[in-house]
């Protein structure tokens, strides 16, 4: 991978092992298994609109650093120890954002704030620097402009009331989240353009699939953590996990057949650092967030005898926000949207409206059931249209 200017003596060298995911980038993403963890706690506790709309703010935030330490590591020599330093600090800072997450709207807010904005400017500021002569550091300084005014503006609403501290920290998460579609554009030092940022999509695909497997964990986790606190493992219980179980592993299949290593997607895809953005940075966040909200629903399943509305919601909800991801990832790195998503989305849809209407009288686990259903079906199209592709190349 050819770049202008100088190569940096902390660049990741471009030799036949370049997009291998590194034991200190696994390692790193250990932290964000209990950081998943606390995010779809936050939200069980929180189940009301305003609770949903702060549970999806943090997670955001999360995501962000979680987002933007992946892509330093595309350029970064894992090998080296100050690399090494930066990813154990970095881990320091998502670890105190997960601590502080459950109570980030009460007492802990200061200590999430300054977690964020410790991770965004120093990753920012160490690029800067250790890219010097090369354009990367030109770009990183951009960014570091923009991490700084998002950083203020999160510290700043860790001193005020949770309702004014909810719409300043909207406001710092969207700048950091806008500052690619901007360019990172700074009035005096220019713009940032993506075909600037020479970038490996082999390297970042393997990133994004292994945190997404950590939160399709995650929803193991739970599942076990629930069975074994119930007083009695009655049968509805221990069906309803099986069926939870089922429900992530046809999420699972679906998500590999749509974005695995022998894929369209992956092989043949666009690999401009626009479309890598949108499919990396956007795209996975949201199948992420829905792997969530699947282990939530599956928790109230397992714990809820009778169907309401925050049941039916994340039942269906989960699979509708990690079908947004696919149909976003689908086409930034292909520039089609197989028809399939979109029937699959319109199912839920009625599933859930369904549910809703009928409420009491529709136990939990036909819920599941369908919603079941209508993933596994998606499994198995996704993967029969991936081996004709396969076997047409």
Known sequence: MTTPGTRPRLMR???????????????????????????SHTLLAHLSPLGVLETALLFGAVWWVWNYSAWAMNW????SGVVRVLNALLMLAALGMALGLPHAFAEDGLLFAACYAAAQVGRAA????????????????????WSIVAAVLFLVGAFLPAELRLVVWIVALAVDVAAPMADFRVPGLGSAPMHTWPTDPAHLAERNRLVFIIALGESILIMG????????????????????????????WAYFALAGHDTVASERGDGSTAALRSAFAYAHALMVAGAIVVAVSIELRITHAETGPALVLTTVGGPLIYLAGNILFLRSRTGAVARDRFVAVGALLVIGVVALALGHTLPPLLVGLAVLAV??????????????????A
């Open 13 to 39: 060298p471009d030799d036949a092992d370049r997009s291998e995911v590194a034991p200190i980038e696994l390692f790193f993403d250990l932290v964000y298994v209990f950081a998943i963890i606390q995010v």
């Open 76 to 79: 970064l020599d894992p090998r």
């Open 126 to 145: 160490f690029m800067w620097v250790a890219m010097r002569g090369h354009v990367l550091a030109r770009n990183y300084r951009n960014l570091c402009v």
């Open 225 to 252: 953590f629930t069975l074994s606190d119930l007083a009695e493992v009655t049968g509805p219980a221990l069906l309803t996990t099986v069926l939870g179980f089922a429900g992530l592993f046809v999420l699972w």
């Open 375 to 392: 993933t596994a079906t998606l499994a198995v199209v996704s993967q029969l249209r991936t081996d004709r592709a396969a076997a047409a």
